[in-house]
Each structure stands twice: as C-alpha cells, then as structure tokens.
C-alpha cells in the first residue's frame, strides 16, 4: 500500500477477512506502506497500488486490486476455498 | 484575465528596444550529445519536458534514450533514472556496451539508476481497484537517490499490455506525465509504433511537446535509418527526415549541416603548391574554406596536384587529412616520391595523416560517419579526397552527391579547406565530371592529355573559381623530378598556342607578340 487510502483499507479489510475463512491459522499477513519504505517498491517489483504478494510458498503470486472479488484471489493465491 | 491570456497564446515576436510586447523566453532544452540531434533540435530536447521517442521493433529507440542518459551522466552533470518495461537490466548494460557505454560503472557512481519492472500478464491476478501509485513511488524515489534530471521510460506501453483496465492505466499516465513535470526532469518516453499509428496505446495524446519518428527500412540493399522530428512544440526545428548511424561511438545524425547556407567566406589565400598555378588563380591561389575538384582521366595528374596542395600547407605547419579511396598509403607515398614530392616526413612529424579504404567496406552513411570522426579528432586545415568518384560502388549518383554536398558543407563550417579528385571516364566529354558534383565546387580544375602530332601531352584549366579573376588559358605543364611545372605559353605568329614538341620548335623561332593576357612563369 502507499498510504492510509480507501482502496487500501478495503484491500487489507477484505485479505483479513478472506484469510480467516480460507486459510485460518495457517497465514502471516505483513503490511508494507510504501510512503515509509519507497525503496522497497524496486526490490518487490511494485508498481499497482494496493498489491498482494504471495510469498510463500513458492513461486511468488501478485494479486492487484482492492480484492473485492474474493474467487479470483483466491485463485490467485492457489487456495482452495473452504466451504463457510 | 481571459483577453490576457489568448493575447500570450499568439506568439509575440521580439521587437528590439520597444517594450510594448514582451519578448518571448527561448525555450529552455537539455542537449543530447548526440551528434547531428542538438543540430536540428537547435539545441537539444525541451527541458522539463517528456518527448516521444517512437518507432517500430529495433529502429533504435531504446539506444536513444539511453545515450540520452549516458551523455546526460558524462557531459552534462545530469544523472538519469532508466526505467525499463522491455529489457532486463543484463540486456541493456550489454547493448550499451555496443555503443561503447558502461553502465556499471555509470551506476556505481551513482550518475545512472536503471530499474527492471516486470509486469507479466499471467503472473498477475486482478481483483478489485487500483492504481499505479506504486509507479509513483518508485519512480519518484529513484530520482532521489540520485537526483536525477533526465528520466527514460521504455517502453511505458507495456502497462497497457500487463494490466486490463486500460482506463486506469489512461488516467494514470495522464497524471504521471503531469508529476514528470513537478521533477523537473526532462524525460524520454518510448513507444512501439503500429501501422498507421504513432504508438500502439494512443500515448501521443499526453506526451506531445516533442515527438520525434525513427524509422529503419531496406533501400538498395542496404538498411538505412532515418530520424525525423514528428513536433517540437515552442521551436522551430527541421522537419526533414535525417538519416542517421549507429555505430560503437553511439548515435550520429547526419543532417545537411548548415540548412541556412550560412558559411563565412575567408579572403585568405593558400597556395596551389604547384609551380606557375599560383598565378593562374587571380589572387594567387584557393581561398582558404574553398571546395576544389580536380578532375581528368586517368593518369593526368590529379594525384600529383592535391599532393602538392597537401605539401604545401604541411610546410605552411596547417594539419592535412588524406582520404585515399584508391590507392594504398605506400603506393601514393611510392608515386609523389617519384615527382619529387616526399609525404613521410609530413607523415612523421604528425602533420599529415592517410586514411585508406575501400569505398566498398563500407556503406556511404558510413563512410560519411566515419569521415566526419576522423576529422574531429586529427583537426586538420587542408582535407583531400581522392577519388570521390568510386563512390559510386557504394551508392547511386544522387545519394554520392548528396552525401559530398553534406561532407562539404560539414568542412566548410570548420573553414577546412578540401580538394577533391574526380575520375573522368575515357572518352566522356572532359567538361563533365562524373556525378556533376561541379556546382558543388567553388573551384574546378580540369587536367588533360590531348593528343597532337602523335604525342600526348599534360594540360591544366581552370574551369571556374568562385569569387575570383582565374586564367581563362588552358596550360601546357610538365612531371620533373621536382613536381608538376607548368611551362611558358608559347605563341605562334598566329596566336596559336604551340604544346609539346611544338612549342620547343617555337621556342627556337624569331620572339612573336606576346599577349598581354599571358601570365608569365618567373624563373
């Protein structure tokens, strides 16, 4: 994220809520803000704002977007759904 | 307010010393280095600005933009940012060695910065809303770190491609090319052209204060590549489609120097270097800047009176330039040796310098590159050019003309002055060169060897000499062991001019009237 924007706090609202469903207990969630550490933009590859990066396991997935639409992160993140 | 600011819009023009309008501030611009680029952008691209470099696959545009930087870095204290879309990191630091670059070495020191980013289509997943803040961020943060003044982005089209929502992506380009301006940074942008189309995403629509069209297409069997500047918002510039080089130095563009004919005109004369021919020139030889050609046949002595002219100013302590298209350096060192001409003390003592090659090695741009080089590293005041004619192995006669008009208007600037041989064919009318490159000349001189009374003998004219009274007379001369020596005319009784054996036989008969226009050889 760059910054406290709507698109962000919807993006981190929704990984919150997707990861306690899906993948409960089985998740680490790091938030890393841009306007603090603009260095590692280069070192992650970011250009789109807000984006999700898988990192482990292997190999890493980006998801772009404020993940409103829950299935295609999911599919993005490779995780198969649990039924709620 | 509004009436002010439609009256800015119409340029106003300068009006010295009246003050009822103000002047117009010329437009600042961040030169390229790139030779012949700062020529016809009248100094080089708008400062502060984005300029659109476009092309298709391989017209060099990435290259551009990145001697842009380089040269920035280098010449002009001005780090830049290359933010690369297309190429890793690894593929431009070896393409830019190919131009002689080290990037390394540029970023060690922290004059370049070049930052990879990778948007693989199917790497990405999308979901929701965004936007490209994180560009932003990085690019922004790049500049920084080494305050940067120049940025290159190639090829920014590849976020349409990498990401679905085109619309954002519009937007934030548009807000982008804004921001660019806050910094301060003159910035590249390069896009792939498409047909019809100067980019493939419409990016003209928000980078239009200069774009500038590169194209390559195959003409005569050879690969040409052209420049040309598309628009150039606030300067006058040439519109005219450049060709232009890539070679191990960089980019050359290879404009017709001097669009306004603008020359300065010396009066200072240099002598022929050839005994009697001084005279024949009203003012006692070339003016200094001038553009001679010496043409004939084979075998009447071309060689041999630019050899002179080249001795004569090594003497006068002045740099010559010899470019030899036909024969080797031993060779034409081995035949002036033999009129008593002796080029290797010249050669030792640094004054003179024999550049050999085949017209055939190389194609005329070239050449023409290749020319223009060595004349700004040797510096020399006298250039010869012997032949020009084989160019034409290289080239149609039009283009070997267009390339000698643009080398001798690039001397000309640098009051450099150049002789030209030019091989006439046997048997063609002496008074036609081969490619008409006389009016291209301001002095030609004509070499002959006529035959009469079953024998051939050596004849100098001078056909013509800009901006000064010449000798009308066409002149016996001799090759003695010490050069080319134009001999006495001698007359018959009936005004005739007796050549060869002849004119001893007449040189033995009862003295006949002189004409007064016959200028006389002093012993």
């Avoid at chain 2, 980013?117 to 790049?142: C, M, N, W």
């Avoid at chain 2, 770190?145 to 290159?152: D, E, L, N, T």
């Avoid at chain 2, 005279?279 to 071309?302: D, P």
């Avoid at chain 2, 741009?365 to 020319?371: D, Q, R, S």
Wanted: proline share 4%.
């Amino acid at each position: 994220m760059a910054g406290q924007t709507p698109k962000s706090i919807t993006a981190l609202a929704n990984l919150k809520r997707l990861c306690d469903n899906h993948l409960a207990g089985r998740y680490s969630i790091e938030v890393v803000d841009l306007l603090e550490k603009p260095q590692l933009a280069r070192r992650d590859d970011i250009v789109v704002i807000p984006t999700l990066v898988r990192q482990l396991p292997p190999p890493i997935r980006k998801i772009i977007g404020d993940l409103s639409n829950v299935e295609r992160v999911l599919v993005g993140l490779d995780v198969v759904p649990r039924d709620e | 307010m509004t009436a002010t600011a439609r009256r800015r819009k119409s340029a106003p023009t300068k009006r010295a010393g009246n003050g009822s309008r103000p002047a117009r501030r010329p437009l600042a611009k961040a030169p390229t280095g790139i030779p012949g680029l700062d020529e016809i952008t009248n100094g080089g691209l708008p400062r502060g600005r984005p300029t659109l470099v476009c092309g298709g696959a391989g017209c060099g545009k990435t290259l551009l933009a990145m001697e842009f930087l380089v040269r920035g870095a280098l010449d002009f204290d001005e780090p830049g940012v290359f933010m690369s879309f297309e190429e890793t990191p690894d593929d431009l630091v070896e393409n830019a060695q190919s131009l002689g670059f080290d990037l390394q070495r540029l970023s060690a020191r922290g004059r370049l910065l070049l930052d990879y980013v990778q948007l693989e289509r199917d790497k990405l997943t999308e979901s929701g809303d965004y936007d490209l803040e994180g560009l932003f961020i990085r690019l922004g943060h790049a500049i920084e770190a080494i305050h940067a003044k120049r940025v290159v982005l190639d090829t920014i089209e590849l976020l349409f491609s990498g990401l679905s929502d085109k619309f954002v992506v519009r937007a934030e380009l548009v807000r982008l090319f804004r921001w660019l301006k806050t910094k301060r940074v003159t910035a590249i942008v390069t896009g792939e052209r498409e047909g019809e189309h100067l980019t493939r995403h419409g990016l003209e629509e928000f980078v239009s204060d200069c774009v500038i069209l590169l194209d390559q297409r195959v003409m005569e069997q050879s690969a040409t590549r052209r420049l040309r500047i598309l628009k150039y918002r606030g300067s006058a510039h040439g519109g005219n489609e450049m060709p232009f080089l890539i070679d191990d130095h960089g980019l050359s563009v290879l404009p017709i120097t001097s669009l306004g004919l603008t020359h300065q005109a010396s009066t200072a004369h240099l002598s022929t270097g050839v005994i009697g021919l001084d005279a024949m020139f009203g003012k006692k030889g070339y003016f200094r800047g001038n553009s001679v050609l010496v043409s004939g046949t084979a075998g009447t002595g071309k060689s041999s009176v630019a050899s002179h002219f080249v001795e004569a100013a090594c003497r006068r302590g002045e740099r010559c330039l010899y470019f030899a298209f036909e024969e080797s350096p031993a060779q034409i060192t081995r035949n002036m040796r033999s009129i008593g001409i002796d080029l290797e003390p010249w050669t030792r003592r640094d004054l003179l310098s024999v550049h050999a090659q085949r017209p055939t090695a190389l194609g005329l741009e070239a050449h023409l590159v290749a020319m223009h080089r060595l004349i700004d590293d040797w510096k020399p005041r006298v250039v010869v050019v012997d032949p020009v004619t084989n160019m034409t192995a290289v080239g149609s006669e039009i283009e070997v003309k267009a390339m000698l008009a643009r080398l001798i208007d690039f001397m000309k600037l640098r009051q450099i002055t150049a002789l030209f041989t030019s091989l006439t064919e046997g048997g063609a009318a002496s008074e036609r060169t081969d490619l008409g490159v006389s009016s291209l000349m301001d002095v030609w001189m004509l070499l002959g060897n006529p035959e009469a009374n079953g024998e051939r003998n050596r004849t100098i004219q001078i056909v013509k000499a800009r901006g000064m009274a010449h000798s009308n007379q066409v002149r016996e001369f001799v090759m003695t062991d010490h050069g080319v020596v134009l001999v006495d005319v001698s007359r018959r009784a009936d005004g005739s001019v007796a050549i060869g054996s002849a004119r001893g036989a007449q040189q033995q008969a009862p003295l006949a009237e002189v004409k007064p226009s016959v200028r006389r050889r002093t012993k």
